[in-house]
């Protein structure tokens, strides 16, 4: 019979990988609260037009890329391809909305339709942070430099800060109009991908990866030169700000992202280790979107990180698994009953336990705890079985000097005393 394969672009994450995860997440929720984030889940099913409406209908997410479908109910049904339309959703439905300023983080699968290669697939993983009710150029600075820290804090090098100021509204609209004009005018040098978006979205031909038409768009009018003066002043601060923070940075006026509801500041960090699909995190200011999709008005900026490509970068020291602190050996009816008592005992007390279920040799079970690594061993015997007792012995290169006690099966304070002096201080 044909096996079972998993989607194309989709991927189990086997235990072995998991360790790495594992590390990296608790890594990030430790920076998060200490930030003082607050985590926020939502559905990874979601109507349809939440993402029509909330990230623009003549984007690639949506025209091209969602897992779209109808439910049993006849009702428009979509995976959801990225966190933010989500968490503003959440924000004008609940309680939140009477807030008027909130932190929230989020983690999780999101699902989009690309042609997976290294770092891209169809289901993968982020995760986000949305400043929500926050206006200052201050919560720019404070959302890119929590990105930035984080990244850095995972041991990450090798990064590229790029940031762009896409104005308000009509600073926008201004900028499309003298752009437009100047398309039309060099329609014929443009690449077949940016002439079909000349009606559809403009704005994404300047994210184009075409090397002649990026050597033509430098001749283009600039979306700097059409910002406001108010637009221009919060752009400047925060460049101000993050030269003061010495977090380095590049301009990049090209920089538009693929999503539609960025207002002023857009911002990708990018790592010369990755490829092709070379940015880890994107993000930037959506002012309007609470507004348009029916909440109040509601100033926003967040960004959200690729955890395939945070994989790919954080290096070998997240993937030490903890180790097991005591690994128990036994044989014998009754030393097995003892056995699993104390192995739910030690638990209880926050220790890491492993017991040996398999009933073979002592030399078989002995080889298992050294392949774990186990920190030491409990041996139970039909001897200790009988005296009511264990045997506890350190079991690492430093027990030099054969290290072990026996210990009353009635006496858990000695057995707590020596684990605190011999393997966990922090008992
Ligand atoms: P985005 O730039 O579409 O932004 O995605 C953010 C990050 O998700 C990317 O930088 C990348 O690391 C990862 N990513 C995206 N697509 C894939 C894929 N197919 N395979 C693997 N990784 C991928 C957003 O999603 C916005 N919601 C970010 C944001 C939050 N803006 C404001 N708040």
Known sequence: MDKFKNLRGTFDILPAKLIKWQNIENLIKIQLSRSS???IRTPILEMTELFTRGIGENTDVVS???????DRGNRSCTLRPEGTASVARAVINSSLSAK???????????????????????????????????????????????????????????????????????????????FINWLDKNYSYLDEDSQNRVNKNPMRILDTKNSDTIEILKEAPRLIDYLCDESLERYLKIKKQLNFLDIPFIENYR???????????????TSGSLGSQATVCGGG???????????????????????????ILAGEEYENDRLVDIYIVNKGESAENLAI?????????????ELDISGSSFSKQFKKANRLKSKSVIIIGEEEANKKEFLIRLFSDQNQDNKEERISFDNYFELEKWLKINIREDL
């Open 37 to 39: 984030v607050k985590e």
């Open 64 to 70: 091209k890329e969602m897992y779209t479908f109808n």
């Open 100 to 178: 008027p300023q909130q932190k929230l983080w989020y983690m999780g699968p999101m699902f989009r339709y690309e042609r997976p290669q290294a770092g891209r697939q169809r289901q993968f993983h982020q995760f986000g942070v949305e400043y929500i009710g926050y206006e200052s150029y201050r919560s720019d600075v404070e959302i890119i430099s929590l990105a930035w820290d984080i990244l850095k804090k995972l041991g990450i090098n090798n990064l590229n800060l790029e940031i762009n100021s896409l104005g308000n509204t009509d600073d926008r609209f201004n900028y499309q109009q003298a």
């Open 255 to 269: 920089l538009v992202r693929g999503l539609d509801y960025y207002t002023h500041t857009a911002f990708e960090i």
């Open 285 to 311: 200011r959506y002012d309007n979107l609470i507004k348009n999709m029916g909440g109040n008005e509601t100033p926003a900026i967040g960004f959200a990180i690729g955890l395939e490509r945070l994989m």
């Open 341 to 353: 008592e104390l192995s739910r005992q030690l638990r209880k007390l926050n220790i890491i336990t």
